[in-house]
């Protein structure tokens, strides 16, 4: 029982030594989409074949599944190496290893001027400062599509059940 205890706590504080505490500071903690939200994204996105598209914090990679799943090459970009390890186990479970892809980068560094779609679940204090990096590199008619957190100044296109549809410019 003893032994049991050790391990349940070792792991419990390597999980929040991993999972949340390690990338804090750097961006959202990890809060996944539930499958519903997660298939809603993918659609409101709109992907048509051959799309790029953008996870900003991919978290597991389960969005960028369901985006490479609808015809994107797509992108996820995750500070937190033990969700970037995850999610590029599970694209090579999901059989998509040449359609989707990892990034253990921060979005703040990357540069979406070829991509036709985004797609975020972050936190409201970054939003304004996100919307001008996207507004300044996504060319026109490119989609944005934020689970919960709205953009201040973006008009919405679209919104369904916590999920909002975005076309810059």
């Known amino acids: 029982m003893t032994t049991l205890l050790v391990l349940a706590i070792a792991g419990l504080a390597c999980y929040l030594l991993l999972v949340l505490f390690s990338p804090m500071g750097r961006g959202a903690i990890y ?37 490479a799943r609808a015809g994107a090459q797509a992108h996820g970009y995750e500070v937190n190496l033990y969700l970037v390890l995850l999610s590029r186990l599970n694209i090579r479970r999901a059989g998509l290893a040449g359609r989707a892809f ?20 972050q936190v409201g204090v970054i939003m304004a400062r996100l919307e ?31 999920v909002y549809l975005y076309r810059p410019r």
């Not at 253990?104 to 990357?110: D, N, Q, Y």
């Not at 689970?147 to 679209?158: A, C, D, K, M």
């Open 31 to 67: 809060e996944p989409s539930d499958r519903a939200q997660t298939a809603l994204i993918a659609e409101m996105a709109r992907v048509e074949p051959g799309d790029l598209a953008a996870d900003l914090g991919s978290g597991d990679g389960r969005v960028v599944i369901a985006l």
């Open 102 to 121: 990892i990034h253990w980068k921060s979005f703040w560094r990357a540069s979406f001027e070829d991509f036709q779609v985004v797609t975020t679940f």
């Open 132 to 162: 001008a990096k996207l507004a300044g590199e996504l060319a026109p008619g490119a989609r944005i599509v934020s689970h919960h957190w709205r953009f201040p100044t973006l008009p919405i296109v679209e919104y369904r059940q916590d």
